[in-house]
């Protein structure tokens, strides 16, 4: 079981390593161009030249996607404890959230530029946007998911309304609502990177549309480096939480593997 587990801890980086590994074997094999897809070398030497500019602005992204995610647990655990409320507002409003989160946010930045200004506030709010929507759906699925027989059972023994949300209603959401964290975290990545390539002068987004306008194929590559590098930490914070918060609701198997 200790070697399993071992092997298990171990594997991320095993299977990093070798990705790395055949992508470059890859690039030296067949000849690839630099500027077409630069080998893992060239995309870490490019990371060592430009570290301060990729330090500065994976910084700024960094906060920028933290600041967006805040925001969106707040309003999002606020909007999915009133639609999780009761199964009429959850079937009134649920039409609409799917409505607006079709709408691609690349194409909400301009009205955010024409309303805010170029710069920091619409990354915030793109990011915000774009990763509120999966908090709201988990945290009203699993207050509106409640079993009706365990309500009018609840009911029965004299509970209100509130008393079920409070006692069932949310500590059965939480599960829901930590797992979510771990999909909205990355989705703000996502938003902060597209308004800073649309609508702001700084951040890994504006970098890698100044690296893309020189042809600096490496540096491209590295500024997705250094995004990844930031939502695996940001995922792996996301996934501590909901160990801690909500390990009771997991598998034991599960758990232990």
């Known amino acids: ?23 470059e074997l890859i690039c030296r094999v067949f000849q690839i161009p630099e500027f077409f897809l630069p080998p893992p070398t060239a995309v870490f030497k490019a990371s060592i030249d430009y570290w301060p500019a990729l330090l ?10 933290m600041l967006g995610f805040l925001l969106a647990v707040g309003f999002g655990l606020a909007l999915g404890l009133v639609v999780g409320w009761s199964r009429t507002i959850y079937a009134g409003l649920y039409p609409l959230m799917i409505g607006f989160n079709a709408i691609p946010k690349v194409a909400v930045v301009p009205i955010l530029v024409l309303w805010f200004g170029i710069g920091f506030i619409p990354a915030v709010l793109t990011a915000f946007l774009i990763s509120f929507f999966p908090i709201v759906v988990n945290v009203a699925t699993g207050l509106a998911t409640i079993e ?31 797992g979510s964290l771990k999909v909205a975290i990355t989705l703000a990545f996502v938003g902060s990177v597209v308004s800073e390539s649309v609508a702001s002068n700084n951040g890994i987004g504006n970098l890698m549309l100044q690296a893309q306008a020189q042809f600096n194929v490496p540096l491209i590559f590295a500024g997705l480096l250094a995004l990844a590098i930031e939502g695996i930490a940001m995922y792996w914070v996301m996934a501590v939480l909901e160990q801690r918060m909500t390990g009771w609701a997991q598998r034991s198997g599960f758990a232990q593997n």
């Open 56 to 65: 500065r602005n994976s910084w700024i992204t960094l906060e920028t996607t």
């Open 148 to 178: 009706p027989e365990l309500e009018d059972v609840l009911k029965a023994l004299g509970a209100s309304k509130l008393d079920i949300m409070r006692k069932v209603g949310i500590p059965r959401s939480l599960p829901y609502f930590f």
């Open 1 to 23: 079981m200790k070697n399993a587990q071992v092997f298990i801890r171990l594997a991320p980086w095993i299977c990093t390593v070798a990705l790395f590994l055949i992508w």
